[in-house]
């Protein structure tokens, strides 16, 4: 039932305008920002070769890419999510849903698998790009797949905030803006560790998302940030869960 849930998310995604929409906008942001890194890396490529150990085309091209698009995802993954289950609440439909007989995790868990399907494949368009460098000379394999892995669980924690958000309202327009709002204050909340004490400055830089995907981008790969965003995950899709659990018992 789960991935019949995911299945038939994925595709009323595919029935909207807006997901399209989205998908040729990041798309194409994504390859104007890749260009442009290719042609700055090609001009400097000559000054480079005489440096010892002097950055590749992974370094200089790629890791900038996907910077880029994780702050891009954080401006679109509201748009996507704004609808999962706020919209079926507006439209009379929850009531429906929640009276099938299916348990909340498997209606939470079936939306948020959808909306991942679409995730991945935004990411698979983006890394085809990165790809094509394999033709014309060698990439950084393990930073690459490190890269990719990072940005792959960052915006999976952007999918589960947004369908908590969406959980609590009935409308959409409500939902993404609050959606935006806390992955903003998540994304920048270390800036104020800056000026707090020891304590509360690793506190905060341990809670911004920020921190744990700068850490993918460097190539390292650590279980503490892996579990992190696993945690984060899963506790948003736990709070879903009660949420609808709430509604049901309200019934």
Known sequence: MIFTLARRELRSLFLSPLAWAILAIVQFITAYLFLSQLQEFLLIQSKLAAIENAPGVTELVIVPLYGSAAFIMMLVTPLLTMRLISEERRN??????????????????????????????????????????????????????????????????????????????????????????????????????????????????????????EAFTKGIFSSSDFVYYILFISLFLILSIRRLDSDRLQR
């Open 92 to 213: 009379k439909s929850l009531a429906l849903l929640l009276s099938a007989p299916i348990s909340m995790t498997e209606i939470i868990i079936g939306k948020y698998l959808g909306m991942l399907g679409f995730a991945a494949i935004m990411i698979f368009m983006m890394t085809l790009m990165p790809l094509s460098l394999y033709f014309a000379g060698s990439l950084d394999s393990g930073l690459l797949f490190t890269i990719v892995l990072g940005i792959s669980l960052l915006l999976a924690a952007f999918i589960s905030i947004g369908l908590y958000m969406s959980s609590l309202t009935a409308q959409p327009t409500i939902a993404a803006m609050s959606t935006f709002g806390i992955l903003l204050m998540l994304w920048i909340i270390d800036w104020a560790g800056n000026k707090a004490d020891a304590a509360a400055s690793g506190l905060l830089e341990y809670i911004s998302m920020l921190r744990h995907f």
